[in-house]
């Protein structure tokens, strides 16, 4: 629609028969492309994030693309600091620090149980074999 030479959006509230029985496929369409394997094309995203900006009028934001989750959640917590001073390796000592936590929490647990297991048993064992032999003599 346009008014005085203005192109005005209206706000969808209610959807077609025709939009409702497509949107079980339109909905498949993009979990299909999120989950595929393929490699993303840079050109095209950038293109298509440009035109729905566009469209509403504003700038399109920057586009970052990365290779993993993992990438994606160091870059979060970088963008989060924002204009903080970095202190040299404080990121990497964060990481550390965490994945120190999580690897002793795991190796504790895992020897906790296993030690328990064997030194009770060979203890048991060693003092039922001597307070049987003295109690028995």
Do not use: H
């Not at 077609?16 to 497509?22: C, N």
């Not at 498949?28 to 595929?36: F, H, I, N, T």
């Not at 204009?83 to 999580?102: E, I, M, T, Y």
Request: hydrophobic share 40%; with cysteine.
């Amino acid at each position: 629609m346009v008014v005085k030479g203005r192109k005005v959006t209206t706000k969808i509230t209610k959807l077609t028969w025709q939009q409702e029985q497509e949107l079980p496929r339109f909905r498949q369409r993009y979990l299909d492309m999120a989950s595929s394997n393929g490699r993303v094309d840079r050109a095209s995203l950038q293109m298509a994030l440009n035109e729905a900006y566009a469209a509403i009028g504003k700038p399109a934001p920057t586009l970052f693309i990365f290779d993993s989750p993992a990438a994606c959640m160091i870059a979060l917590k970088i963008f989060a600091m924002g204009d903080q001073p970095v202190a040299k390796f404080s990121l990497r000592g964060q990481l550390g620090d965490q994945l120190w936590d999580q690897l002793r929490d795991q190796l504790r647990g895992q020897l906790r149980g296993q030690l328990r297991g064997q030194l009770g048993g060979q203890l048991g064992d060693q003092l039922r074999d001597q307070l049987g032999g003295q109690l028995g003599g």
